[in-house]
């Protein structure tokens, strides 16, 4: 007996019934990142990160001593994988967490406000900068929260918590009129 199973976002039902166009505040859920997560060895943090940063069309994202989370929202997670691989493991080891993780996208005119009620780090541009991430806890979830953009963030949770996640922080959108989408 063969089983189909279906290719289904965790997040999917959630979004069901939200407006279809963007607001000005807005929180996009990602389909299909590319996360892996990536540890160093001992004694060469700097010339690991260095490595990372290099590999084209990737965020690398704090999330420890020697240890960072490379995301991509556009390759696919063979080709972070290719590149990942070129490094040498003498100096690192990567695991996949693309189907473990879940990336949300917030932006808005709003959106240090709106995380404000959801994480207990201060997100004023000049103590967290743009490029600049954080492992914390958003929504009491454990979280890596980074800065993209001037006003927009992007949050990487475990997909078991993802639905709680969401409906928190569509909860605490809900005055500054935040919508959610599926990114494009």
Request: neutral net charge; glycine residues 8%.
């Amino acid at each position: 007996m063969s089983v189909a199973f279906q290719n289904r976002h965790v997040l999917e039902d959630h979004i069901s019934g939200f407006e279809a166009a963007a607001n000005p505040n807005h929180l996009a859920v990602v389909r299909r990142p590319a996360i892996f997560s990536v540890l160093g060895r001992a004694g060469d943090q700097d010339g690991v990160l260095a490595s990372l940063k290099a590999i084209k069309v990737v965020s690398v994202r704090d999330v420890g001593p020697r240890e960072w989370l490379v995301v991509s929202g556009t390759l696919g997670a063979d080709s972070v994988a290719r590149d990942l691989f070129a490094l040498d493991p003498a100096r690192l080891s990567f695991f996949e967490q693309s189907d473990g993780r879940v990336l949300l996208r917030i932006s808005g005119p709003n959106v240090r406000r709106i995380l404000a009620k959801c994480v207990a780090v201060d997100l004023h541009p000049q103590v967290f900068a743009e490029g600049r991430s954080a492992s914390m806890l958003c929504c009491h979830v454990a979280a890596n929260v980074a800065r993209t953009g001037p006003d927009r963030f992007e949050i990487i949770v475990p997909r078991s918590y993802a639905g709680h996640v969401f409906e928190e922080v569509m909860e605490m959108g809900r005055e500054f009129a935040l919508t959610a989408g599926f990114a494009d």
